[in-house]
């Protein structure tokens, strides 16, 4: 039953507001650029578009898919453990060379996608669960601050 009710929320109507959708447009245009422009810099720009577009929603799609066997229910883990967990894994990624431009197409990619649908949810799985029609979130802390503040000055003003 609660699958049910998060899919339709996924097909309902927009979870963030304007201020929302905005901080995802610029910081995904943001994080897309630096990542382009300094992968385009050195020999490796191809292989690291690749990744950054194909091979991390893969991985994470894959991921997503291989958890759906054992379970459908909603993945929801946005406590302090699972953000410290996502908050080193990216800076691991953001550190090592070879995956830094990768990593920062991939986020400003996700960005620019969760502004476009008004997803609310952890960016860096807003490829899967567009693809797989899901609203899992692990470790996403990111822009909920603004989304809140939002939330709170549309209540207010009604």
């Known amino acids: 039953m609660k699958d049910l009710e998060y899919r339709q929320a996924l097909s309902g109507p927009r979870s ?13 245009l943001l994080l897309l650029s ?40 909603r993945l929801l883990e946005t406590g302090y453990l699972a953000t410290g967990i996502n908050c080193a894994a990216l800076v691991v990624l953001l550190i090592a060379w070879p995956t830094r431009n ?3 197409i991939f986020l400003g990619t ?25 609203d899992d979130q692990v470790g996403c802390l990111l822009l909920s601050p603004i989304d809140a503040l939002e939330t709170r000055r549309t209540d207010q003003s009604r």
């Open 110 to 134: 996700s960005m620019l996608l969760a502004a476009l649908r008004g997803y609310s949810g952890c960016e860096s799985l807003a490829v899967s669960n567009w693809l797989l029609r899901r």
């Open 102 to 104: 990768a990593t920062l």
């Open 16 to 28: 963030i507001g304007p201020l929302g959708t905005a901080t995802r447009i610029l910081v995904g």
């Open 34 to 73: 630096i990542g382009i422009i300094y992968a385009a810099s050195g020999r490796s720009f191809w292989w690291q578009l690749a990744l950054g577009l194909l091979g991390f929603p893969a991985v994470l799609t894959l991921a997503q898919l291989g958890r759906l066997t054992l379970t459908k229910m």
